[in-house]
Structures are given as structure tokens and as C-alpha cells.
């Protein structure tokens, strides 16, 4: 995400064209912090309202956020060992990964945007709102219905291509089999969140290559299932160049056991602070996903297209 140079003229386009990336891709999203450049490693662990060394979010503002949610409950992460290996556990939920990545392509479901950009008191001074359905026509093929957008009013940002990717491959953060060679994934301990047992693992890229984005974070790994059902950190890298300074947020993922082993994203949030040189932007996301409903696995998939009414 970048400063917007031309709010007036240039960002509402920009952010209807968010609005429509962000909806194909099925994602979560997230969209400022201080530049880390190409750290690689686990990150540092932000400050926490527990004890349980799990990255806060917390709203620490005096203002209204986003959304309210439920709070989550954890215990302290132990160092207790896995009950087996740690490599044969990466190896068995990065294959249930790959399994559910295919599984998710088959579900119609609804989700909700919204990014606000927050001013020095804790309060919103404008924002971007987008409802919408992603669906499937009777022959199979996917699309996407927008169902509520209002005019948005956010003046101090402007979204990026990197900005839409990452709402769409990074958010909704899933570590395949196929995707596993390109990150160093270690184990940590051992967590108890809302009474459910997880193993937890830090995760970075091995290396990053020109053009390519990636995670950089937590993740926590049901002990049952052996599936993701929570992560936490940010799309790695930041881009800092000369007259353009492209930075990406933490932010903090939950999912819930929705159909057989399936752990599907339900929740996304990021409350952060955009650091460019000109000043820092503090902007807080939430991305809600409801009413997952299978189609059915004998139709072809394919890429979901907006329905303009």
C-alpha cells in the first residue's frame, strides 16, 4: 500500500478495483506496517495483552474498531515435544493443506471487507465497505456477486497490484505440500486456543525471488486434524524504492472446522500503522467469511468473474 498522491481523482477507482480482486480470490486481507525489508526468520513477537507469547491484536485505541469479535482465549506455549516428529508433522498438515485448498474451490460463501484508515483520537476518517457472494451459475462456472458497496471514502491510502495479491494468496495464508520447499517451517511448542490443542510452527521464506510475495509469520496446526486454524504475521517483502514506499501489515487469521477435517478461513483483522517516510497512516481490516455451502465436486471450477446488476 502506498501514500495516495491524487486521492480526489485517483483512489476510488483504485478501491473498486480492490474490491473485485479481493472477492475473487477467496482471501483475507491486510495492508500496512513498518517496512521490515527482506528479513527473513521469524518475526519479532509484537506486544501481547496475555501471556501466552500468541502475537496480540488488541485495540488499544480509545475509538470504536472495525469489528468486534469474541475474544479468543490461550494458554502459555509450552516446549512440550509433539507426540511425533515435528518434520512428520509438517509433512501430514501441508498435505491436508493441498487437499483442503482444492476442497475450499468447491464452496459458494459470502464475505465482508472492511479497511478504515484511523485518525490520531482512535476514530475512523474514512473507509472502504464491500459485501459480497461468491456463487456458481448451473453449469458450474464460479462468479462473483457484490451485494453492498458503497461509495468509499478513504483519502490518505492507495492500494497496489502487491496489495491485491496478497489479499488473495497471503491472508488466507495455506501452506501446501507444493508450496512447503520455498519456507523454513520450525517447531515451537505446544498451545491450547479456545480448548483446542495445537502445535505451533514459525514460518519464512527460505529466499525471495523478484516479483514473488510470500508469508512471514505463525501458524498454529491442530493436533487432531493436523490442519491450520489460526495464523499470524504478514506479506513479506516490503518494497522500498526511491519516490515509492509499498508496506504491508501483521495480521491475524482464524479459521473454524466447517465440513469433515476442514478448517475454513472465517476471520481476518489487521489493526497497524503504515510507517512511510511522509508520516505513519494507522488503518485497521477486517475480513468476515459466512454460509459456506458446497456446490458440488463434479463441476469444473474456474475463476469467478464480477456480476455487474
Known sequence: MTRATNPVTQFPHCLRSLGFALLFAGGISALAIPALGQQQGPLPAPPSSGS?????????????????????????????????????????FSQHESEFRKERENYTYTQTFVMQTVDLDGFPDGEYRL???????????????????????????????????????????????????????????RQV???????????????????????????????????????????????????????????????????GPFWFPTYTHADDTLHFTSGGVRIRMTVKYANYKRFGSSHKIGTPVEVKE
Not at 475509538?63 to 509438517?90: C, F, L, N
Not at 492507495?158 to 512447503?180: A, G, H, R, S
Not at 491442530?222 to 504491508?248: C, R, T, W
Open 193 to 259: 486456543i479456545d480448548e483446542l490443542h495445537a502445535y505451533v510452527f514459525d514460518v519464512a521464506p527460505k529466499k525471495m525471488e523478484k516479483n514473488e510475495r510470500y508469508f512471514q509469520g505463525r501458524v498454529w496446526v491442530d493436533d487432531k486434524d493436523l490442519q491450520i486454524v489460526k495464523s499470524y504475521g504478514k506479506a513479506v517483502p516490503d518494497i522500498i524504492k526511491k519516490n515509492n514506499e509499498n508496506i504491508f501489515p501483521h495480521f491475524e487469521s482464524y479459521r473454524e472446522n466447517i465440513t
Open 52 to 92: 501466552s507469547g500468541s502475537p496480540g491484536m488488541s485495540n488499544s485505541s480509545t475509538g470504536p474498531a472495525v469489528e468486534k469479535t469474541a475474544a479468543h482465549t490461550e494458554s502459555t506455549i509450552t516446549t512440550e515435544p509433539p507426540a511425533i516428529p515435528a518434520d512428520q508433522i509438517i509433512q501430514k
Open 131 to 189: 459485501t459480497s457472494d461468491i456463487l456458481f451459475t448451473p453449469d458450474g462456472k464460479r462468479y462473483e456477486k457484490v451485494t453492498y458497496a458503497p461509495q468509499p471514502t478513504l483519502t490518505k491510502l492507495q492500494l497496489t497490484k502487491q496489495d491485491l495479491d496478497d489479499l488473495k494468496n497471503i491472508q488466507p495464508f495455506v501452506l501446501t505440500t507444493e508450496d512447503l520447499p520455498k519456507y523454513n517451517v520450525t517447531y515451537v511448542g
